[in-house]
């Protein structure tokens, strides 16, 4: 196995284990494609199909008894202020909020189990989740590739990707808790 597939099947694990450093992993895998070792898209897809399939089972979960495992995780502070958004929220505009909740801290993971506790139409989940997914992952694989098409130093590309992550994940995360302060 060469060391692009490794990468590839990494991301696909860390993409499946919630609240496991996905955004890093897939900002390597794409400064990695950058540098020509393995195919953007190819990258989009094995991270999109991980996020996906952990979507899926946390939709279950949730639907399943997910609704203690939601006050478990609403203890700590950063992910109560992302729950207490999504939770208002996906009432009203359930397939946009969902979408948006995966650029949110472990908004990915409480959007699925919340979803799953309010016992959302299948469908309309995976629906939203698909979308959500691919937008996020392509987001992430993109800033990757666009830093390590800029500095060719790995080491580099990734502290420049994971600031410019950082930075647009903070103004989110910002808007979120003021629109959540307006409520």
């Excluded at 909020?97 to 908004?107: D, H, K, N, T, Y």
Aim: glycine share 14%; charged share 15%; aromatic share 6%.
């Amino acid at each position: 196995m060469d060391g692009s597939t490794a990468g590839l099947l990494v991301l696909f694990v860390v993409s499946l284990v919630p609240l496991l450093p996905t955004e890093v992993t897939i900002l390597g895998m794409g400064i990695e494609a950058a540098q020509g070792g393995t195919s953007l898209a190819l990258v989009i897809a094995v991270a999109s199909a991980g996020c996906l399939a952990s979507d899926q089972a946390l939709y279950a979960l949730g639907r399943f008894g997910g609704r203690a495992a939601l006050d478990r995780l609403g203890r700590r502070k950063k992910i109560a202020a992302g729950l207490g958004w999504l939770d208002g929220r996906l009432q009203r505009h359930p397939r946009p909020v969902l979408v948006v909740a995966r650029w949110l801290p472990s908004g990915g993971t409480i959007g699925a189990l919340l979803a799953g506790s309010l016992r959302w139409p299948m469908a309309e989940f995976v629906t939203a989740s698909a979308v959500g997914v691919t937008l996020w992952t392509s987001y992430v694989a993109f800033l990757g590739y666009a830093g390590g098409r800029i500095v060719t130093e790995p080491g580099i590309s990734l502290l420049l990707s994971l600031a410019v992550a950082l930075v647009l994940g903070s103004v989110l995360t910002y808007s979120v808790k003021r629109s959540a302060r307006a409520l």
